[in-house]
């Protein structure tokens, strides 16, 4: 497979800038996802790897290959659209084949592909049926065979899976990841969904209003995210945050006035915070259930989720909003019940108030 390299890639409609000099190098055979809310970017840049965008500035790398000025058709690429995109008249077979025979393949050779296709998607029973008799995942299924097909240097997929029900992403979720383990083909994933980021991707790149935010491993992004932004987004449920007053700063530690007692944290060899207010964050799942006068929160279960293998409660602590925690899913508690919560130091995160960058 083969590698593509973004350096200083930009996007104006107009005169109107909508991707902000964007740098990012996919390995050969990588998983790389772009995430990000709804109009941060992400599917322009997808298209503009693809040519279907054309690109304001900067250089597009595909191989060892300047493609800015090639046509799709030129790109050797293959992209998977949200709608699937497929002939209504034609059936599976021929919408697979469909490329094939417009670039002069043999016949031998289109069905030898096509049948491998089918094999590989568990398609080999519905090769003679039309898009309008199948299921949503089967389309989906039919759309990645035709990419399959063309054997590409590179694959793109643009929210493949939004248009599925809970139940069917789980399933296809699992048949691209197995998909991509047998082809080690260099993807390039978009989604704004982050639970599907996680599980898929070898790398995360996080956008946000035209801007890469973070690049890294899912884990990596998640265990220390490098803005307040990256924080909230990755996660489910996302991270407590909330603006703390500073009470002393020294060259190593912080100690911060948290709504219900102080807070000794270590910031590494980082410099002091001039600043008299941070952003405090915590994931629900490190904190835990502890005596009053410990407690950083305290006040009143407001809400109680029980959701089979988790349960979460929203602790109306008086901060700016409910704090989430995560308890053990036979966890006996209820609405109403007053607690207080605290966690571990190492698994705090602190981030600037104003630039939103992370400080620890």
């Given at each position: 497979?083969?590698?593509?390299?973004?350096k200083?890639?930009?996007?104006?409609?107009?005169?109107?800038?909508?991707?902000?000099?964007?740098?990012?190098?996919?390995?050969?055979?990588?998983?790389?996802?772009?995430?990000?809310?709804?109009?941060?970017?992400?599917?322009?840049?997808?298209?503009?790897?693809?040519?279907?965008?054309?690109?304001?500035?900067?250089?597009?790398?595909i191989?060892?290959?300047?493609?800015?000025?090639l046509p799709?058709?030129?790109?050797?690429?293959?992209?998977?659209?949200?709608?699937?995109?497929?002939?209504?008249h034609?059936?599976?077979?021929?919408?697979?084949?469909?490329?094939?025979?417009?670039?002069?393949?043999?016949?031998n050779?289109?069905?030898?592909?096509?049948?491998?296709?089918?094999?590989?998607?568990?398609?080999?029973?519905?090769?003679?049926?039309?898009p309008?008799q199948?299921?949503?995942?089967?389309?989906?299924?039919?759309?990645?065979g035709r990419?399959?097909?063309r054997?590409?240097?590179?694959?793109?997929?643009d929210?493949?899976?939004?248009?599925?029900?809970a139940?069917?992403?789980v399933?296809m979720?699992?048949e691209?990841?197995?998909?991509?383990?047998?082809?080690?083909?260099?993807?390039?994933?978009?989604?704004h969904?982050?639970?599907?980021?996680?599980?898929?991707?070898?790398r995360?790149?996080?956008?946000?209003?035209?801007?890469?935010?973070?690049?890294g491993?899912?884990?990596?992004?998640?265990?220390?995210?490098?803005s307040?932004?990256v924080?909230?987004?990755?996660g489910?449920?996302t991270m407590?945050?909330?603006?703390?007053?500073?009470?002393?700063?020294?060259?190593?530690?912080?100690?911060l006035?948290?709504?219900?007692?102080?807070?000794?944290?270590?910031?590494?060899?980082g410099?002091?915070?001039?600043?008299?207010?941070?952003?405090?964050?915590?994931?629900?799942?490190?904190?835990?259930?502890?005596?009053?006068?410990?407690?950083?929160?305290?006040?009143?279960?407001?809400?109680?989720?029980?959701?089979?293998?988790?349960?979460?409660?929203?602790?109306?602590?008086?901060?700016?909003?409910?704090?989430?925690?995560?308890?053990?899913?036979s966890?006996?508690?209820?609405v109403?019940?007053?607690?207080?919560?605290?966690g571990?130091?190492?698994?705090?995160?602190?981030?600037?108030?104003?630039?939103?960058?992370?400080i620890?």
């Amino acid at each position: 497979m083969t590698a593509i390299s973004l350096k200083q890639i930009r996007k104006l409609y107009g005169t109107v800038p909508v991707i902000h000099g964007v740098n990012i190098d996919v390995a050969s055979g990588e998983f790389l996802v772009l995430v990000g809310p709804s109009g941060c970017g992400k599917s322009t840049l997808l298209r503009m790897i693809a040519g279907l965008e054309e690109i304001s500035a900067g250089e597009l790398r595909i191989g060892d290959k300047v493609v800015n000025a090639l046509p799709p058709s030129d790109r050797d690429i293959a992209m998977v659209f949200q709608d699937y995109a497929l002939y209504p008249h034609m059936s599976v077979e021929e919408n697979m084949a469909f490329g094939l025979k417009m670039r002069g393949e043999t016949t031998n050779e289109i069905d030898t592909r096509v049948t491998g296709a089918a094999d590989i998607l568990k398609l080999q029973d519905y090769l003679e049926r039309r898009p309008a008799q199948l299921s949503g995942g089967q389309r989906q299924r039919v759309a990645m065979g035709r990419a399959i097909v063309r054997r590409p240097k590179a694959f793109l997929f643009d929210e493949p899976l939004s248009n599925l029900d809970a139940a069917l992403r789980v399933e296809m979720r699992l048949e691209i990841a197995k998909l991509h383990r047998r082809m080690q083909a260099t993807t390039v994933y978009v989604t704004h969904d982050q639970v599907e980021a996680m599980t898929l991707a070898d790398r995360i790149v996080v956008m946000n209003a035209g801007n890469v935010e973070q690049i890294g491993h899912p884990l990596d992004l998640y265990r220390k995210p490098a803005s307040l932004f990256v924080a909230r987004f990755i996660g489910s449920p996302t991270m407590n945050t909330l603006q703390v007053n500073v009470v002393e700063s020294t060259r190593n530690n912080f100690v911060l006035q948290l709504p219900a007692g102080k807070a000794v944290i270590d910031a590494g060899d980082g410099p002091a915070v001039a600043a008299k207010t941070v952003t405090f964050g915590i994931r629900p799942e490190d904190l835990t259930v502890c005596d009053a006068a410990q407690g950083w929160f305290s006040g009143e279960l407001a809400v109680v989720e029980r959701l089979g293998s988790q349960t979460f409660g929203y602790l109306d602590a008086g901060a700016e909003k409910l704090v989430t925690i995560e308890f053990p899913r036979s966890a006996e508690i209820r609405v109403g019940e007053r607690l207080s919560v605290k966690g571990d130091i190492a698994n705090v995160h602190l981030f600037e108030t104003d630039g939103a960058q992370r400080i620890n």
